[in-house]
């Protein structure tokens, strides 16, 4: 019963590095989310995907990019880290009724730290 | 612009009641939500609001008033393990959600 798993847990980088974050959801969900959570925020959202192959920007997409060529893999990549990328980065994924129910259902964090 | 607006710590004593305040302010409205978030870990879902007043969730109930743009969270019968933070999040016209940096609840024996 793996729900949403996020690949690494951990991670630091060097300024201008490059990575990527892998998330996988065995929920069939259509919906993906990437966000991030910083001390004293909200979660911010920085990109989501209504289905595979489709992605969109949320609100703060500058210096990430993602794919979704499989349904159940989300993918968030950091062509060249900066220090104020350092968050823990939550991916999340829900039901295409989301509009009623609301609920995400959340992968257990990626904390991600650059130098 | 959009908003979210909750206290960013209390305290309360085990056994007893806490209720957690958030207002907010978003381009139209389709519901209010809260979710658990215990440190170091992702955030999990408790309740969802769509119309005014209480719905009640074993020991967890959640308010809204629409018209007063407010809800909030009431914890009663506190466990050690209802520490963590309590993030409220409303979703706008377009659906899209909008966090609240959370309300960290420490509870003392």
């Known amino acids: 019963n793996a729900g949403v798993t996020q690949t690494p847990k951990f991670r630091v980088l060097k300024t201008g590095q490059s990575m990527t974050l892998l998330c996988a959801q065995d929920m069939n969900h259509e919906y993906m989310y990437w966000y991030r959570q910083d001390p004293g925020m909200g979660l911010r959202l920085i990109h989501y995907?209504?289905?595979?192959?489709?992605?969109a920007k949320g609100e703060v997409p500058d210096g990430y990019n993602v794919s979704r060529l499989k349904k159940q893999n989300f993918l968030l990549g950091l062509e060249s880290a900066a220090p104020s990328q350092t968050s823990v980065y939550f991916c999340?994924?829900?039901?295409?009724?989301?509009?009623?129910?609301?609920?995400?259902?959340f992968g257990e964090g990626s904390r991600l730290t650059v130098l | 612009g959009q908003n979210i607006d909750q206290p960013t710590e209390m305290t309360a004593t085990e056994g007893a009641i806490v209720q957690i305040n958030c207002t907010y302010q978003t381009s139209g409205f389709n519901g209010l939500f809260w979710y658990q978030q215990h440190a170091g870990e992702a955030p999990t879902f408790l309740s969802y609001?769509?119309l005014d007043g209480l719905e009640e969730k074993g020991r967890f109930s959640s308010f809204l008033s629409r018209s007063k743009g407010y809800s909030y969270l009431l914890l009663k019968e506190l466990q050690m393990k209802d520490s963590a933070s309590y993030l409220c999040v409303s979703m706008d016209s377009n659906y899209q959600l909008i966090w609240g940096a959370g309300t960290k609840l420490i509870i003392k024996p």
């Open positions: 999340a994924s829900s039901p295409p009724d989301r509009e009623n129910t609301g609920e995400l259902f």
């Open positions: 609001n769509v």
């Open positions: 995907s209504v289905g595979e192959g489709t992605t």
